[in-house]
Nanobody, 125 residues
Framework: QMQLKESGGESVQAGASLRLSCIDS????????LAWFRHAPGKEREFVAA???????HYSDSLKGRFTISRDNAKNTLYLQMNNLRPDDTAVYYC???????????????????WGPGTQVTVTS
C-alpha cells in the first residue's frame, strides 16, 4: 500500500511558479502510475496530469503547456511543476497512485486507489 503526502502548496501571485511534491513514505513507487488532481471550491475534483509506470505522461488539455509532471522513483517522489499560475488554478491539489502495472483511463478518479490529504494552492490577482 501507498502512503502519500503532498507538499509545496502556498499562496502566490498570478504569474508565479510553484513545484508541488508528493512522497510515498512506504517506498512503493516503482511500477505504479501516479497522477495529480485538483479540487476547487464549488467544482468537482479535476484531473491535472498523470505519469505512468513506463514514464508516459498525460495532461488535461486545458493545462498542458503550463504544468509538467515528473517522478523520481529513487526518492519515491512525484512532482508537479506549475508555471504562469492564474487565479483559476486555486484549488487543493492531490496526488494519487494506482496498483502496480495498471494504466489506462488516466483522467478517471476511479482508477486510483491511494490518495494524499492534499495541499492548498492559492493564486491571487
Amino acid at each position: 500500500q501507498m502512503q502519500l503526502k503532498e507538499s509545496g502548496g502556498e499562496s502566490v501571485q498570478a504569474g508565479a511558479s510553484l513545484r508541488l511534491s508528493c512522497i510515498d513514505s512506504r517506498h512503493t513507487f516503482s511500477h505504479r502510475s501516479l497522477a495529480w488532481f485538483r479540487h476547487a471550491p464549488g467544482k468537482e475534483r479535476e484531473f491535472v496530469a498523470a505519469i505512468n509506470w513506463d514514464n508516459s505522461t498525460h495532461y488535461s488539455d486545458s493545462l498542458k503547456g503550463r504544468f509538467t509532471i515528473s517522478r523520481d522513483n529513487a526518492k519515491n517522489t512525484l512532482y508537479l511543476q506549475m508555471n504562469n499560475l492564474r487565479p483559476d488554478d486555486t484549488a487543493v491539489y492531490y496526488c494519487a497512485g494506482r496498483t502496480p502495472y495498471s494504466s489506462g483511463k488516466e483522467d478517471s478518479r476511479d482508477m486510483y486507489d491511494y490518495w494524499g490529504p492534499g495541499t492548498q494552492v492559492t493564486v491571487t490577482s
